[in-house]
């Protein structure tokens, strides 16, 4: 998305919020894009330094069918999903929760 389509958009972040995605609001803003930037990175960095670990961003069907039982859902978690001997051990995910986003340590 361009920056231009975030400006224009209402947040989430409004006063008058009121849950779920409502018609005309989108799910991020530029904070929240950060932080997802922030993880993703932290993700390839961290991919590359634990090769015992298999590291997926998204999730296949069979891997859905297996770990969820259902396909009702597209899963590509900010920072991945982290499998050791083929079980499932950590899923990261980036949601912003107030006003504040800490500065990139990249």
Same mark, same amino acid.
């Given at each position: 998305?361009?920056? %231009?389509?975030?400006?224009?958009? +209402? %947040?989430?972040?409004?006063?008058?919020?009121? =849950?779920?995605?409502?018609?005309?609001?989108?799910?991020?803003?530029?904070?929240?894009?950060?932080?997802?930037?922030?993880?993703?990175?932290?993700?390839?960095?961290? %991919?590359?330094?634990?090769?015992?670990?298999?590291?997926? +961003?998204?999730?296949?069907?069979?891997?859905?069918?297996?770990?969820? =039982?259902?396909?009702c859902?597209?899963?590509?978690?900010? =920072? =991945? *999903?982290w499998?050791?001997?083929?079980?499932?051990? *950590?899923?990261?995910? *980036?949601?912003?929760?107030?006003?504040?986003?800490?500065?990139?340590?990249?």
């Open positions: 998305m361009s920056k %231009s389509k975030v400006s224009k958009s +209402k %947040s989430q972040r409004d006063g008058k919020f009121k =849950g779920g995605i409502q018609a005309g609001t989108v799910a991020w803003d530029n904070d929240s894009l950060t932080l997802d930037k922030i993880l993703k990175e932290s993700y390839n960095i961290l %991919s590359k330094e634990n090769s015992n670990l298999e590291c997926h +961003k998204v999730f296949t069907y069979d891997m859905k069918m297996k770990y969820v =039982g259902d396909d859902f597209g899963f590509a978690p900010d =920072g =991945g *999903a499998f050791k001997n083929g079980k499932l051990v *950590a899923v990261f995910e *980036a949601k912003k929760q107030n006003e504040e986003v800490p500065d990139s340590p990249f």
